[in-house]
């Protein structure tokens, strides 16, 4: 009997142990100060119910600026009193196995420190996991470290695209300018011109003198 009690306590055990660790995750876990960054919320279904709802709470300073629309979920989002964005909650349908990804760009802080993402999970029988916790608890809420350590990502692109355009805009005046200076120096200072007319000037006596001696 005891044997057979402790069998049952290990693979009950066993059994609970993927369900525990299948949390609402946020990537990444490292990020540079004031850097836009593409993060991806990573939500398993961890029961037998199928996920509804995922409310994920936009940590402070964190400002969220572009949305990926995943299939088959729509977005609400919530702003507080100085416009800020407070939360976004995402709804549709998990299967029992599945798991949903929202991305989006956002801007972290300028101060180095750990932001917490809190989540409320809510499933279609009424239930909800709220991730909220610290690291080391039962329901921990995803935890992302801005460190000046950490590789900018820039995402978006809109430093690199700027400072494109801006030399793709100065290039042409500065090759442009030498020609020209070139072709006015030329003009001013080249003799063609008086000895075209001088030329001139002599054909044209020539024709005179030519006609003068057929008419005689």
């Given amino acids: 009997m005891i044997r057979r009690a402790l069998l049952a306590a290990v693979t009950a055990a066993l059994v609970a142990a993927p369900a525990a660790s299948a949390h609402v995750q946020v990537r990444p876990a490292l990020a540079a100060p004031g850097d836009p960054v593409l993060f991806q919320v990573i939500v398993p279904n961890e029961k037998d119910a199928h996920t509804t709802e995922v409310t994920l709470q936009i940590p402070k300073d964190v400002i ?17 009193a100085d416009g800020s964005l407070e939360t976004v909650t995402w ?41 909220i916790g610290a690291p080391d608890s039962d329901n921990p809420a995803a935890v992302t470290t801005i460190s000046a350590d950490a590789p900018r990502e ?58 003068l001696r057929r008419s005689r």
């Fill in 64 to 80: 969220p600026f572009s949305f990926e629309e995943p299939e088959g979920w729509t977005r609400e989002n919530k702003t507080g």
């Fill in 154 to 211: 820039n995402a978006g692109g809109e430093g690199a695209e700027a400072e494109a355009a801006a030399s793709a805009t100065a290039a042409p005046e500065q090759t442009n300018a030498e020609p020209v200076a070139a072709t006015v120096e030329a003009s001013s200072d080249s003799p063609l011109p008086l000895i075209l007319s001088i030329v001139a000037v002599v054909l044209a006596g020539a024709a005179l003198l030519m006609q």
């Fill in 91 to 131: 709804k549709g349908e998990l299967a029992e196995d599945g798991f949903a990804r929202f991305a989006f760009l956002a801007s972290t802080p300028e101060q180095e420190g750990e932001i917490a993402w809190k989540a409320i999970q809510t499933y279609d029988d009424g239930s909800t996991s709220r991730w």
